[in-house]
C-alpha cells in the first residue's frame, strides 16, 4: 500500500504523539498536530520544519474532552493539509484511583478522556475517511487493556478495554461493508512518557524514543493490532490473557 502522506496526531505536544511526529516527518509525512499546549506544539513544528525542510506541519489547539471542538479541529486540519490519509487517536489521561475511595472524580475524569474523548476523535475521523472514501484511523490503547486491573489501574485499564472493543467494532464494520478504510489498534506496553513518570521502575520499561519507533513501524504496516514493542509485550500478552486474576493482580 501507498504510504500515507498527511497524517493528523492528537496529543502531540509531549510524550509518544511527539515522538511519532518526529518519526513520521523523518519519513517525509506531511503532520496535523493538535494538543492543549500550543507553545509546545509550535516549538515541535519549528523543530521539524528546521530538520525536514520538505514537509508541512499544521498545528491546532485541541482539548479532546470538548467534543465539538474535535469535530471543529479535525475539518481544518484536513482543510490546512487539503486531505488526512490517517489520523491517529493518541490524547489519553493515566490518573486514577482505586475504586470507592472518594476519588470518583480523578476516575471520572479517566474514563471520560481516554474513552468519551476517543470516541468523538473516532468519530470524527470516520465522518472525514467516510466522506473521502479511504484512510487509516489508529487508535493507541494499552496493553493494561487486556485484563481487569487492581488500585489506581482499575479505571484506566478499563477506559482502554472499552477503546480496543470501540476500534474493533469500527474494524468489523469495515470488513464486512468492504470500505476501504484500515482500522490498527496499538496496545503499548511500559513506555516511558509524562503519564509513567511517576510510576515504579520496571525492567521492562521502554524508552519513549524506542516506544514511539515500533508504534510507527505498527502503524505503518497498517496491521490491525499490534502489541509495542513486540519484545516482550506478545509473550507478555499470552502470560497476562490466561494467568489466574490474583497473579496478574500481583504483578500490577
Given at each position: ?22 518519526a513520521f516527518a523523518a519519513r517525509g509525512r506531511d503532520l496535523a ?189 497498517e496491521r490491525p493490532e499490534a502489541k509495542v514493542p513486540a519484545w ?7 502470560l497476562l490473557r490466561h494467568l489466574p486474576l490474583r497473579l496478574v493482580?500481583?504483578?500490577?
Open positions: 500500500m501507498s504510504p500515507r502522506s498527511k497524517i493528523l496526531i492528537t496529543g502531540a505536544s509531549s510524550g509518544l504523539g511527539e515522538q511519532m511526529a518526529r498536530l493538535c494538543a492543549r499546549r500550543t507553545d509546545r506544539l509550535q516549538a515541535l513544528r519549528e523543530e521539524l520544519l528546521a530538520a525536514h525542510p520538505g514537509v508541512k506541519v499544521s498545528v491546532r489547539s485541541l482539548d479532546v474532552n470538548d467534543h465539538q471542538q474535535v469535530f471543529d479541529v479535525f475539518h481544518a486540519l484536513r482543510e490546512d493539509l487539503d486531505g488526512l490519509d490517517r489520523i491517529i487517536v493518541n490524547a489519553g489521561l493515566g490518573k486514577g484511583k482505586p475504586i470507592g475511595t472518594g476519588r470518583f472524580d480523578a476516575n471520572l475524569q479517566t474514563a471520560q478522556t481516554n474513552f468519551t474523548a476517543a470516541l468523538a476523535q473516532c468519530e470524527a475521523a470516520m465522518e472525514i475517511f467516510r466522506a473521502q472514501g479511504s484512510g487509516h484511523l489508529v487508535v493507541v490503547s494499552s496493553m493494561s487493556a487486556l485484563r481487569g486491573l487492581p488500585r489506581n489501574l482499575t479505571t484506566y485499564a478499563a477506559s482502554k478495554a472499552g477503546l480496543s472493543t470501540l476500534a474493533e467494532g469500527i474494524r468489523a464494520e469495515m470488513t464486512v461493508t468492504r470500505t476501504p478504510i484500515a482500522v490498527t489498534t496499538l496496545h503499548p506496553g511500559y513506555i516511558a512518557t509524562d503519564l509513567s513518570a511517576g510510576a515504579a521502575k520496571t525492567p521492562l520499561m521502554t524508552s519513549t524514543e524506542k516506544g514511539a519507533r515500533a508504534m510507527v513501524r505498527a502503524i505503518e504496516r516482550p509485550w506478545i509473550p507478555v500478552s499470552v493482580a500481583k504483578a500490577s
